[in-house]
């Protein structure tokens, strides 16, 4: 891979404090990388840096091993198309004009035939066909990014730079623009550069991300090695929950917000998770701020996963192995530590009936245990009756039993 | 509409405007104190270019040496003013920018007033020396604006805007006190400044003509870059546009021809706002042709409005400013209503 853009140790400063500061970055031919980062962490400056809108106060931007600034702006304009954050769009110019000066570069004075065969590429790709004779002051929001786009893709570049393509647009068309640009990354080997406000998004689509913060990289790599609890939260300053896609296995950012209820500092609590039942339970534990144990779970269980990600404390044994008496013992002792222990609605089978044992022990110690039965626990007996016999000893030994998940957690924050 | 149609419109709308502005000079040519017949017109004008003008033929001389140099002299002026107008408000991307928002009026106006109050006299390529001084006063001015506004190498539109207005009123400030300090001057400075084509002669259209061609040539040179500084000029940039040296080349050009215009006509007003705006609701936004039916529709108009001024109460001649300010104020105030309607739809 070679670099197609290399960011050498660059100074960006609009006149006093520099807004991006000893920056440097290689980025290879055929990246999707995403660059996020909190409001005025130098994003956009940097982008603007790379398209030559601003120049460096120190350092270089290099493009395929010539510093910007020694190629003509019409020679980068055939290389690098740019799509700004804002696109003032005033005078009645129809969407074909708009498109075909992304033709600018090219043009040696009037436009060929071959001009209006790419502008027709480029609105096709858009999605913009119909829409060629229509005045673009009389379009949506996503339409005129479209256009924009469009206009960039016109330029033919081997880069695109975009600053927020997505912002002020709603979800269709969010996804709409991010496969659009991934299409043209995998399809036709544009390299894409992408300031991306929505963390998710970014996590979805960027094949690399840079995460940025005043002015300097605070983590760069896979989405998964730059999207972690402890980095987006130390670049935006609030707390967040890292978990993971359920289809695309990409990380995904949940705000936690200031104002719902917390747990009490140090509250531990204990989750009997498994089958891939009881993540949703176990996200609204950790974002409540319990320090919550899990077990015991067998590697690559989707409840297993999720709680590596967050980093919880995990008794785990390898994959489609069954509980042995050892891994019991080991569960007993992360419930005794806990103030309460929980066992969801999770299916049971000969491999983890161990886990009941483990509950009935402590239960029966008089440790409080809260059993969440959305589903009877009847419907998710796979032992033939071997489950809902422990668990009767368990309604035995007093346990309390919740119908829903939200009461259960009420009553675990009231506390 | 594609491209392609519309180009053909374009050259048809452009010859129908050209057509249009001959028209309206021939049949202005025979309307004054003197009537001549259309006929009588062309055949004047046949003899002249084939033997030159022939003294002793009176309706030769009223239609060669004096009503042919005032309507050639009014078609190169307002057809300046119109492409000077149309191009700064599309440069500043501000649909109330005209031909002098740059100060260049009131540095005309004050070297204008300087030479009248002085009564200078001396001659410069056949030129008086009001309209030397108020070539050079635009210039000057302009000047000035364009080192307060820049920033290094760029040149931003807000500053420029801004130091316009304030370097005006500073020099129009200068003109006022000049013209209380200088009553028997009074009236003809104030003549000057409402701006007026009497008196017109051949030796002004050969000092015009030269900008003109000059001026217009590098702006349609430009049309192209200065349809895409419209979208934005960090948007130029991106498309390979060095937006600040075509601002430059653009600022020069309207401003050279502006100052020609202005430096024998005086300050006409309206032309520069108005005509830009009524051509673009025909033609569109595109720089390609809105600057030369911008340039056509500037000079019919102004040809039209002189002939206003000069027959309308003749032998009285009203200065032409106060028709075009007359029809052209209210006919803006019809535009801004039709363009805010427009948008709330």
Not at chain 1, 143 to 171: F, W, Y
């Amino acid at each position: 891979m070679t670099a197609v853009i290399t960011v050498e140790n660059v100074t960006l400063s609009y006149g006093t404090d520099p807004a991006v500061e000893g920056l440097t970055l290689h980025i290879s031919r055929g990246d999707f990388l995403g660059i996020i980062g909190p409001n005025g962490s130098g994003k956009s400056t940097l982008l603007r840096a790379m398209g030559r809108a601003l120049r460096p106060v120190r350092g270089r931007v290099i493009l395929e091993g010539t510093d910007l600034e020694d190629i003509p702006r019409r020679e980068i304009a055939k290389k690098i198309g740019v799509v700004p954050q804002e696109n003032p769009m005033t005078f009645d110019f129809t969407v074909e004009d708009v498109v075909l000066m992304g033709r600018t570069p090219h043009l040696r004075g009037q436009e060929t035939p071959e001009d209006m065969r790419k502008v027709r590429d480029a609105m096709a790709m858009c999605g913009l066909k119909e829409l060629a004779s229509r005045p673009v002051t009389q379009l949506s929001g996503g339409e005129k990014q479209r256009v924009v786009i469009a206009r960039a893709l016109a330029q033919e570049p081997e880069v695109l730079l975009l600053d927020e393509p997505t912002s002020h647009l709603d979800i269709g068309h969010q996804s709409e623009i991010m496969s659009l640009l991934a299409r043209l990354n995998r399809d036709r080997a544009v390299t894409v550069v992408a300031v991306l406000h929505d963390l998710n998004l970014a996590a979805t689509y960027a094949g690399k991300l840079i995460l940025m913060k005043e002015g300097r990289i605070l983590a760069a790599g896979r989405p998964e090695e730059v999207i972690t609890k402890d980095k987006i939260e130390r670049a935006y300053g609030s707390e967040v929950i890292v978990g993971r896609h359920p289809v695309t296995g990409r990380p995904t950012v949940t705000l936690i917000s200031p104002d719902r209820p917390r747990a009490r500092e140090g509250f531990q609590v204990h989750l009997v998770a498994g089958g891939g039942m009881a993540g949703a339970l176990l996200e609204s534990l950790v974002a409540a701020g319990f320090e919550v144990s899990v077990g015991v779970l067998n590697v690559g269980d989707s409840d297993w996963e999720r709680a590596r990600s967050y980093g919880l404390e995990v008794i785990d044994i390898p994959p489609f192995t069954s509980v042995t008496q050892a891994d019991l013992e080991r569960n007993v002792g992360l419930m005794r530590l806990a103030e309460v222990v929980i066992l969801p609605d999770v299916p049971f089978g000969w491999g983890n009936l161990r886990n009941l044992e483990a509950v009935l022990t402590v239960a029966q110690e008089g440790k409080p245990v809260w059993a969440l039965e959305e589903r009877p626990v009847a419907r998710r007996d796979f032992t033939g009756g071997e489950a809902v016999k422990l668990f009767r000893k368990l309604e035995r030994a007093g346990i309390r039993i919740f119908e829903d998940q939200e009461q259960l957690l009420q009553a675990l924050l009231s506390l | 509409m594609h491209l392609e149609v519309r180009r053909r419109r374009w050259r048809l709308t452009l010859g129908l405007m050209a057509a249009l502005l001959l028209g309206i000079s021939v049949a202005a040519t025979g309307l004054g104190t003197v009537p001549v017949p259309v006929g009588e017109v062309l055949r004047a004008i046949g003899d002249a270019v084939v033997s030159g003008v022939n003294r002793q033929d009176t309706n030769s001389v009223i239609v060669v040496m004096l009503r042919l140099p005032r309507i050639a002299l009014g078609s190169l002026v307002g057809a300046s003013l119109a492409l000077a107008g149309a191009t700064l408000q599309g440069l500043f991307r501000n649909p109330m920018a005209d031909p002098y928002i740059v100060g260049i009026s009131s540095g005309a106006s004050l070297g204008a007033t300087i030479a009248m109050a002085l009564a200078l006299r001396f001659s410069l390529l056949g030129l008086g020396a009001v309209p030397v001084f108020a070539f050079v006063g635009a210039l000057g001015s302009l000047a000035v604006v364009y080192n307060i506004a820049r920033e290094g190498p760029r040149l931003p539109v807000v500053p420029l805007l801004l130091s316009g207005v304030a370097v005006g009123a500073f020099l129009q400030a200068i003109v006022s006190f000049i013209m209380l300090m200088s009553d028997e001057k009074l009236r003809s400075i104030f003549l000057w400044l409402m701006g007026g084509l009497a008196g017109s002669t051949w030796t002004d259209v050969r000092a015009v003509l030269p900008y003109f061609l000059l001026g217009s040539g590098v702006l349609l040179w430009q049309a192209n870059n200065l349809n895409v500084i419209l979208l934005g000029d960090e948007q130029a940039l991106y498309l390979g546009v060095e937006v600040d040296q075509v601002k430059r080349w653009a600022l020069a050009a309207a401003s050279l021809i502006t100052a020609a215009a202005v430096s024998v006509s005086g300050l006409i007003g309206f032309v520069g706002l108005v005509v830009p705006h009524m051509v673009r609701l025909i033609v569109g936004p595109d720089h390609r042709v809105l600057l030369p039916a911008s340039a056509l529709g500037g000079a019919i108009i102004l040809v039209l409005a002189d002939t206003v001024a000069r027959t309308a109460l003749a032998p009285t001649e009203i200065p032409v400013g106060i028709i075009t300010a007359i029809t052209g104020g209210p006919f803006f105030i019809y535009l801004l209503r039709r363009y805010r309607r427009a948008r709330s739809i």
